[in-house]
């Protein structure tokens, strides 16, 4: 009876903690922002490593599309990607962001990069031909 009890009490904080992460994303896309754009994306950046834990919690980071430490992706605000974030909460760090902010594995990798450190003035081969 007790058994029952706190399943179903662990159930229940569990549907909470759900309702709320969609309460706090509802709550901060209608927060004032300085573009007033409605932040509809989650950014989840692995901060801890997967080693040792137990393979469910592996697979969730790899449906994430987390592979590595200090990796970057976008999802959209739903209930599944929101249920992922809740199993690896410990691991990984959320923001939400708007639509205008998301970026592309492309384009992160390109403002990583620094800028070229010389200018290509000319070339003696286009001044022979």
Do not use: C
């Amino acid at each position: 009876m007790i058994s029952a009890a706190l399943r179903s009490s662990s159930a229940l904080s569990t549907k909470a903690q759900l309702r709320s992460l969609a309460t706090a994303a509802a709550a901060s896309s209608t927060s004032t922002t300085s573009s007033s754009e409605p932040l509809t994306h989650f950014r989840i950046t692995l901060r801890r490593s997967a080693i040792s834990l137990p393979q469910n919690i592996k697979d969730t980071l790899t449906s994430l599309g987390i592979h590595r430490r200090l990796q970057t992706v976008y999802h959209r605000h739903t209930p599944d990607i929101a249920g992922k974030i809740l199993t690896v909460k410990e691991l990984v760090m959320v923001e939400n962001v708007p639509e205008s902010a998301v970026r592309t594995k492309w384009e992160q990798r390109q403002e990583r990069k620094a800028p070229r450190g010389y200018v290509v003035q000319g070339s003696k081969l286009e001044d022979e031909l």
